[in-house]
Structure formats: structure tokens, C-alpha cells
């Protein structure tokens, strides 16, 4: 007879909880310290603008503070965008696998994400540690401080990433994943040191690694951010003898730009006005004047993505904001879900260029164009692609029966045009605050959400204080999937310039015949594929850097083949099957995609018409500079 065997000290099942718990509480503290940084940023930028605008007593330390709270919210806010599954990655052909084969694909792309982490978590290191003999001019303290945000947020990427493997439900997906990945480098690093392949390939290289890897990646549905990594990680080290710390260094360059810091702050303003209920009485007003009229509501969405375009900034924000509050009476007067799903993403291409677009900052960032022009120049392109989307909705409601709701009188009308009267000027105090020199386009968010907030506590008294903590994590993760791109596109880009790629592709490109048309036209239709499979802000920090001098040799103004190309780009983001806007649109309004397909290609043309006449007509774009 035995004794009997004590209780292990942990089971399995204690095993997992173990894992869950050390993964919530790193995922808690992450959060924590994102949140934190969005309003230490907030506050560092607002008080520069009173200190500047209102005493005369500029803080010299001010952009230095934010920059480098700046890079460690980005790159936190990067660490929990892969802990919530967030970056952005192109799943249009994963979905339509079998459940097994896409937990396969899904295990690779974390399994591939980590291997990037890995191989450039040493150069991280190095590049941040040469960064210690730096000092700042304004704080006078190490750059280290600041550098240290990319190997930080590389390691906790790293970390998240391997919890997310070990806590997988699908276990024998995990380790399949990880022997694929680990066959593919091996293959890669023994081609290159038994044959020398890639030392031989020359300029071919360019199509093995950028083309041939990335397209791999983007399409395997690894997150582009790391797609765009591998791609340049693998380019750098195995076909030429650049240092791999570079890399990290033109990351770094990517993602610091100060002009960038209005990613995150006007995302939080987004949320901030959705929440105050300023979208609601925007959206209120225009149903007031329009809601009798045939097709009315699709005339007061077209005009309610107009006006949010212009306080928001960020796509996903501005349809949160409309259709929650347009789509349920939309529903009730017997509107077709799949029409609606369509109009709201073809109105998300078609406001890509009002101000303060996210695409146009960006833009700005990386061809050195002014953002005060760009957000002048992309007011009236909009207004006329809204005006093509009117048509067509004129033309399939025309015979529709007219709408029970009866116009409303005036009085009621100017009642709610007064409720929203304090959410309507909010564009206009932006925009007009950018072009007297008020704030710069960074600080000028900052202005937008002091007005939001003071709105929504005194004027609409909606203001969730429990909801600020969700608010500021959700724009730290938004922000970290936005900037991580930006980082490694960036490195990918001095990648190709390095290579000598910009002086054969501008080669190319000014030797098109007819010169200024021909280019306008290719570059419409180069955007067009781009902005579906890579959205607008990585392939703008890709080619922007590569076709804007050429444009502007050709004698066209920078400012009319930016909005071009912007709205090309919204274009390919929002059609489907590949335009993750769409996909988008269609989570939001709670719609299967299926239903929109039909509907969305009448929109698409019309906005097709509408950006090649933007193209033809350059006033449009430069009219008002």
C-alpha cells in the first residue's frame, strides 16, 4: 500500500492562468504608462502654445519634451497594438480559408513578427547605447533617454509575442508556424553563405526582398509594420555590408518627426467628440434640414463625414463618430444595409483630403510640403468627389417612395442648428488656427481638444470621465500601429534609395511620353494599387520621397499631385476586396461585407470621375493658396 502523492504544486490549467496573469498585469502596465504619455503630451504642447500665444514666453524645452515622450508613447503604444492584435495586416485572402489554415497563417504572422523583434533587438541596443554621448541642446540630459524607447518597446513586442504563442489554444498551429519560420530564414541565411545568391543578384535583390518578401508577408497577413521590417532586415543584411543598427537609426527618423505628434492627438479628439456628443448634434442639424427629402439621410451622411474629416483626422475615427448616430433611423426609414455600408466607405475616400487629414500630415513629414497649403488645397477636391457621391445617390433614390418624416420648421431647424453650432465651428477654428499662426499643425490638436472638452462639460454636458481611460489606451494603440509603419516604411525607403532605385525609378517616370499628364496619370493609377494593399500612410512614406521631386519637376504644383495622389490612394483603401477601409466601414456599421459589394461600385466610380477631374483641373487644389 502507498502513501499517498501530494497535489503538484501547479497544474496545466494552473500553468495557463499563470501565463494569463503575468500577460494582464505587463498588458495593464503598458496601457498605464501610454495612457499617461498621451496626456503628459497634451499638456506639453498646450501649455507651449499659452506660454507662446498668450504670455510671450516661448518654453524652449517644450518640442524637446514632447518629442521624446513622443517616441515612447509610439512605440508603446506599438507594444499594445500587437498585445490586442491591432496593426494593421491585409487579411482579405486568409478569411477565406478553413478555420485550422487560418490559425496556421495566423500563428505564422506572430511567429514571423517575432523573428523580426529578435534579429533587431541587439542592433537596438547598440544604436541606442551610441545615442549615451548625445546631448540634447534644450533639456541638456543624454539622448539615451530618448533613444531607449525603440529597444524598450522592441523587447516588450518580443515579449507579448511569445505569451501570445505560449497561450495559443492551438498548440500544434504554434509549433508548425515556428518550424516554417525558422526554415524559411534558414533557407535564406545558407543561399547566402554556401552560394553567395544574393552577392550575385545585383539589382535583383530589390525584387527578391521588397517585392518578393514583403508581398509574402503582407499577403501571409503578417502585420505590414514587420512586414515592411523583414523585407528591409533581410535586404540589409544579407545583399549588402550595411551596419544593421542603420536600421534602427531611419526607424527612429521615421517615427520621430514632431509633425507626426498630431497622430495621436487628433485621434484622441475623435473619440473625444464622439463622446461629448458634438457628432450627434452635427449629425441631428443636417437630419433636421435634409431628412424629408428622397435619399435625405445619404445626403446627411455624405455631409456629416465632411465635417468630422475635418476634426478628426483619422478615418476609422470619423465613421465611429457617424454611423452609430445616422445608420439606426436610417434603418427604421428602410434603408438598404448594403447601400449604406458603401456610401460610408465611399465617403471615407472621399474626405481623405480634408484637413487635418492624417495622410496629409504625413505627406508634409516626408516631402517637406507645407501642411498649412496641403490642408488649404484639400478643402474643395473633397467638396467636389461629395458632390459626384450626391449624384449618384440622387439617382437610385429618385424613385424611391418619399420619406414619412415631414419638413421640419425652420424654427425647429435654427433650434438645432443652434445646438450645433458650437460642434460645426470646430473645423473652422482648427483650420484657422493653423493659418494665423496661432498653433502649428501639431499644436493646433491640442487647441481642438481643450474646445471639445469644454464643450462637451458646459455646453452638451456629455462628459464620461470612466470613459478617458479607454479613450487614451485606445489612441496610444491606434497611434503605435500608425508610427510603427511609418518607422520601418522609412527604413524600407532608404533602403531603395540606397540601392539606387529612386534614380531608375524617376528615370522611368520623367521619360513617360505626353510628360506632366502621363505622370499624373501612371501615379493615379500606381496609388490607386498601392493604397489597397499597403493603405495610404506606408506607401506615401515609401514613394513620396521618390515621385514628388519628379512631379515637381515636371512642373507640377506639389501641392495638386499631393492631393491626387491622397485621393487615388483612398480609392484603392476603400475598395473592395482588398481595401482594408472597407472592411472597416462595414465593423463599424455592424454589416456583413458581402452585402456592399454591388452598391460600392456605382460610389467607386463616381469617385474615380471625380478624382481624374481633380487631376485635369489643378485649380481645384491650388485655387485658394
Known amino acids: 500500500m502507498t502513501a499517498p502523492q501530494d497535489k503538484p504544486a501547479h497544474t496545466p490549467h494552473d500553468a495557463w492562468t499563470a501565463w494569463d496573469r503575468i500577460d494582464r498585469w505587463m498588458g495593464a502596465a503598458v496601457a498605464c504608462a501610454a495612457g499617461l504619455l498621451v496626456l503628459a503630451d497634451i499638456g506639453v504642447l498646450f501649455a507651449g502654445v499659452v506660454a507662446r500665444f498668450v504670455f510671450h514666453q516661448p518654453l524652449v524645452w517644450a518640442d524637446e519634451l514632447a518629442s521624446m515622450l513622443f517616441i515612447w508613447l509610439a512605440m508603446l503604444g506599438a507594444v499594445i497594438a500587437l498585445r490586442r492584435a491591432e496593426h494593421m495586416r491585409m487579411t482579405a485572402l486568409l478569411s477565406r480559408l478553413s478555420p485550422a489554415r487560418r490559425a496556421l497563417f495566423d500563428a505564422i504572422g506572430t511567429c514571423a513578427t517575432l523573428a523580426f523583434l529578435a534579429l533587431v533587438a541587439w542592433p537596438a541596443w547598440e544604436w541606442a547605447a551610441d545615442e549615451r554621448f548625445i546631448t540634447t541642446p534644450a533639456l541638456e540630459i543624454s539622448n539615451i533617454w530618448r533613444a531607449a524607447a525603440l529597444p524598450a518597446g522592441i523587447v516588450l513586442m518580443a515579449v507579448f509575442s511569445v505569451l501570445r504563442l505560449v497561450r495559443s489554444g492551438e498548440k500544434a498551429a504554434a509549433w508548425k508556424a515556428l518550424a516554417v519560420v525558422a526554415a524559411v530564414m534558414a533557407a535564406f541565411v545558407l543561399a547566402n553563405g554556401i552560394f553567395g545568391l544574393f552577392e550575385d543578384l545585383g539589382r535583383l535583390n530589390l525584387l527578391v526582398f521588397f517585392v518578393g518578401v514583403v508581398a509574402a508577408c503582407v499577403f501571409g497577413g503578417v502585420p505590414i509594420a514587420f512586414a515592411f521590417g523583414l523585407g528591409t532586415l533581410g535586404y540589409l543584411a544579407l ?323 499631393a492631393i491626387v495622389v491622397v485621393l487615388a490612394m483612398g480609392l484603392g483603401l476603400f475598395a473592395p476586396p482588398l481595401g482594408v477601409g472597407y472592411y472597416a466601414a462595414c465593423a463599424i456599421g455592424q454589416i456583413h461585407p458581402d452585402k456592399g459589394l454591388r452598391p460600392i461600385v456605382g460610389y467607386l466610380l463616381a469617385l474615380l470621375l471625380g478624382t481624374v477631374a481633380v487631376a485635369a483641373v489643378p485649380w481645384l487644389s491650388i485655387g485658394f493658396l
Open 239 to 561: 545583399a549588402t555590408d550595411t551596419a544593421l543598427p542603420v536600421i534602427v537609426g531611419r526607424m527612429d527618423e521615421g517615427m520621430s518627426h514632431l509633425i507626426l505628434l498630431a497622430v495621436p492627438l487628433f485621434v484622441f479628439l475623435g473619440l473625444l467628440i464622439e463622446m461629448t456628443g458634438m457628432a450627434r448634434a452635427m449629425v441631428a442639424f443636417l437630419a433636421g434640414l435634409l431628412g424629408h427629402v428622397r435619399g435625405g439621410l445619404s445626403y446627411v451622411l455624405v455631409g456629416a463625414m465632411y465635417l468630422v474629416s475635418g476634426i478628426s483626422g483619422s478615418k476609422a475615427a470619423d465613421m465611429a463618430a457617424v454611423a452609430p448616430a445616422l445608420f439606426p433611423e436610417m434603418r427604421k426609414r428602410g434603408a438598404d444595409e448594403g447601400d449604406l455600408v458603401a456610401l460610408l466607405s465611399a465617403t471615407g475616400a472621399q474626405t481623405e483630403t480634408v484637413p487635418p487629414s492624417l495622410v496629409l500630415i504625413t505627406i508634409g513629414s516626408v516631402t517637406g510640403v507645407s501642411i498649412a497649403a496641403l490642408f488649404t488645397g484639400g478643402l474643395l477636391p473633397a467638396l467636389a468627389l461629395g458632390l459626384s457621391l450626391c449624384v449618384v445617390v440622387w439617382w437610385r433614390s429618385r424613385h424611391d417612395q418619399p420619406p414619412q418624416t415631414q419638413r421640419q420648421p425652420w424654427s425647429q431647424i435654427a433650434r438645432l442648428g443652434f445646438i450645433a453650432l458650437p460642434a460645426l465651428a470646430l473645423p473652422f477654428v482648427i483650420r484657422a488656427a493653423v493659418v494665423e499662426g496661432v498653433a502649428t499643425a501639431t499644436e493646433v490638436s491640442t487647441l481642438g481638444i481643450a474646445y471639445a472638452a469644454i464643450a462637451g462639460l458646459l455646453i452638451y454636458r456629455q462628459f464620461d470621465w470612466r470613459r478617458l481611460g479607454p479613450m487614451l489606451v485606445a489612441t496610444a494603440s491606434l497611434s503605435g500601429a500608425i508610427l510603427l509603419i511609418i518607422g520601418t516604411a522609412t527604413a524600407m525607403a532608404w533602403g531603395l534609395t540606397q540601392s539606387g532605385f529612386s534614380r531608375s525609378l524617376a528615370e522611368a517616370m520623367a521619360a513617360l511620353p505626353s510628360g506632366a499628364p502621363a505622370f499624373l496619370a501612371v501615379s493615379l493609377l500606381i496609388f490607386v494599387i498601392l493604397g489597397s494593399v499597403l493603405e495610404g500612410i506606408p506607401a506615401i512614406v515609401l514613394f513620396g520621397p521618390l515621385l514628388f521631386p519628379i512631379a515637381r519637376d515636371l512642373g507640377i504644383h506639389e501641392v495638386h499631385y
